[in-house]
Each structure stands twice: as C-alpha cells, then as structure tokens.
C-alpha cells in the first residue's frame, strides 16, 4: 500500500484556480457604467462658461460649485468604503448612479444659483457611492492583474471625463441647458448594467475576494512604515489634482482669454487634454504590474514638471502637444497609487479606494474654488505659472517603501 500511494504523486495545478481568473465582461461592464458615471459628472465643470456668462458668476462662484461638488464627493466616499469593507452592498452599484441622474435634472432646470449647487451635490453624491463599490469590483474581477484592472475600470471614467466636453460643445452649448436631461437618462442604461454586475458580487465576487492568487504574496510591513506611504501617496495625490484641477476647471477660460478662441474650440481643446489622461491612465496600471508601481509614480508625477513648466510659455500651436504630453504621463499614476495603496493597507479594499478617489475629488474642489479665488485676483494666466511648480512634490516618492516585485512577474 506504501508504495502505491508513493507512485501516485501530487502535482501542483499548472493552471490559475478559477477564481483568480480575470473576469473581462464584469471589467467591461463596470468601465463602461465608469465612462457614462463620469461623462454626466463632467458635463457641470463643461457648462461653466455658459453659467457664468447667462448667471453673471465670477471665477470664485464657479469654483465654488466644483467645491460643493468635490466635497460631497470626497467626504461620503471613505464612509462608503469602510462600509461596504464590513458590509458589502450590490445594490449600492445602481443606485449611486440614480443619484447622478437627479443631479442632472435638477442642473437642467436650475436658472438660480443656489439650485446649481443643490444640483452639483446630487452629482457628488452619486459618484461617492458609485467609485468605491465600483472599484471594489474590478479589484474582484481582476485576478491577479490587478494594475491592468483598476486601468481598465479607470480609463472609463477618464473617456466619460472627455465625452463630456466634446458632447457639451456640441449639444449643450447650442442647444442649451435644458438639454442635460436627455443626458440623464443615459444614467438608467448604467444602472440596469450595475444591476447584473451586482448579481455577478453577490454570488461570486465576495468568494474571490478571499481567495489568495500565487505569487501575490505582499511585504508585511509594520503600521507605521505603511502608514507613511499612505501619506506620501496622499501627498502626490494632492500634487496632481491641483494641477489637474486647474486644466479641468479652468482651461477653457485660459485659452479664450491668452488666444481668442470660440467657447466650442476651447472645449475641443480641453476634450483632447482629457482624451490623453484617458489613455494614460489605460498605460499606467499594466506598466506598473510589469516594472513596478513605485517606478511608474516616481516618473508620472515628477516627469511632467518640464511640460507643466513650459505651458504658460507656449503659443496656441504649442499648447496642445504639451497638454497632451501632460495628460498622458501624469494621468499614469493613479492606478499605480491606487493599487499601491491596497497593498500597503490589504484587507481594506473598500476604505483604501473610498480614501483616495475621495481625496482626489475633494483635493480638486478645494484647488478649484482656491485657484478661482486666485484668478479673480491676479488673473488666469498668473494662476498657470504658480501650478506649473506642483509637479514638483513628486520628489517625495523616493521615500514611498519597497514592496514584492508585482503579481504579474510573480506568477
């Protein structure tokens, strides 16, 4: 009998489990739910010229309904994490994006300025729920690639972030504002996605979440060395959403007042800027699984002080190439941070997610009503010079710690 059970032995799998497997329709689904999510929140910062013009707002009003927005946003998204870290709600997925939808409508109708920034909380509301549940998910389904996922969930968002510009240039400011209600109702498409996509979480999502892929062991490090780098991170998050805030915001307004150029040639501008932090953040998260998330930070952050500090020195034809180059390596580190974060923090997927896509959306509230602040005082183009210097705090990510060579190398 011992030397039967000797000659029979036990050969590891040469195949992944079927839980680590990357699941691409639930990647797919919540990307494309990301790119309708961020497309109606972007129409707001999109219509600004319009509002200010018909409401006679100055650039401190105008950022402050980025600020009401960015804050309802920022504040509710960690609570929403730690939440569903204890408690995991599917549900949570269709119905943060209903929260969207009411914000538009009301932004439709609203001729009063404090209905717009009853409208911009709605907005914020709905993203605070639907961002940390969302990304969740693609850290579910993503197997053990988990940099390509959270690019892939984020590029969604950036390409709704650039759809809408281009589809206020096109629609809303020519046919008005009454026009964002049609484009609410793109919010009842994603949440009947979110629905399936909830059912995918409720029966298999949790399951994979407690299952362990080969070759993703990560350095346990002590609370206080991982607590640091959560702050480092933090830090270069605050860097790039104050510069991003003031292209966002306020880009439009730079160009027509330096160059002249029509409201709808301003808007197609800051459509290709948004295009390019698209397909950043789809390069980020992939390069980062290969060569490391702390080298594609270090590089993201710091390598676009050159270009940032070009900008305000450039002609109109010079000004485009640069945004590009801009939007395309800053827009690099934010997958990479974002799974950095998880790692340094695992077990806490929801609260780490909720922590820094509320700290971005609540950083550029507070650079966009700050950056208005400063416009109204020392002008626009002053405003660029000073931020052309924020890329500089990327000299911090030589302190982040050292963790295991990435999953995908691993396995």
Not at 100 to 114: R, W
């Amino acid at each position: 009998m011992a030397s039967k059970s000797l000659g029979t032995p036990q050969h590891p799998p040469l195949t992944l489990p079927t839980e680590q497997a990357t699941v691409m329709t639930v990647l797919a689904a919540i990307s494309v739910c990301h790119l309708i999510n961020d497309m109606m929140q972007s129409l707001l910062p999109a219509i600004y010229p319009g509002l200010k013009a018909s409401l006679g707002l100055s650039f401190g009003q105008v950022g402050l309904i980025t600020l009401v927005y960015q804050m309802t946003a920022s504040i509710l998204q960690p609570l929403v994490g730690t939440f569903a870290d204890r408690r995991p709600t599917p549900l949570a997925l269709p119905a943060g994006t209903l929260f969207s939808m009411a914000g538009l409508l009301v932004l439709s109708v609203a001729h009063s300025y404090a209905l717009l920034l009853v409208g911009a909380a709605l907005l914020g509301t709905g993203s605070s729920i639907f961002h940390p549940e969302s990304s969740r998910v693609a850290r579910m389904a993503s197997g053990a690639r988990h940099g390509f996922a959270q690019s892939l969930f984020q590029v969604g968002g950036n390409a709704g972030q650039a759809l809408g510009p281009l589809a206020a240039a096109l629609i809303v400011v020519r046919w008005g504002q009454g026009t964002l209600a049609g484009f609410a109702m793109l919010a009842l498409l994603s949440a009947g996605i979110l629905w399936n996509v909830g059912q995918w979480y409720r029966a298999h999502g949790l399951q994979r979440l407690k299952v362990k892929p080969r070759g993703t062991d990560h350095v346990e490090l002590p609370k206080g060395v991982a607590r640091r780098g959560v702050a480092i991170l933090l830090a270069l998050i605050l860097s790039k959403y104050i510069y991003l805030a003031s292209l966002t915001s306020y880009f439009t307004f730079y160009l027509i007042h330096r160059f002249g150029v029509s409201v709808q040639m301003a808007q197609l501008h800051l459509f290709v800027f948004l295009a390019a932090v698209a397909a950043g953040t789809l390069l980020g998260g992939p390069l980062g699984d290969r060569f490391g998330r702390k080298y594609v930070i270090w590089f993201s952050i710091l390598g676009t002080l050159p270009f940032t500090l070009l900008l305000p020195h450039a002609d109109l034809f010079w000004t485009t190439p640069l945004t590009i180059a801009i939007g395309v390596i800053l827009a690099a580190a934010f997958p990479a941070i974002v799974v950095f974060a998880q790692e340094l923090m695992p077990g806490n997927v929801g609260m780490v997610s909720g922590l820094f896509f509320g700290f971005a959306f609540g950083v550029g509230g507070i650079g966009a009503a700050a950056l208005g602040w400063l416009a109204d005082r020392i002008g626009i183009d002053m405003v660029y010079q000073l931020c052309a210097f924020m890329p500089a705090l990327g000299l911090l990510a030589v302190f982040l710690p050292n963790l295991k060579r990435p999953a995908a190398q691993a396995i």
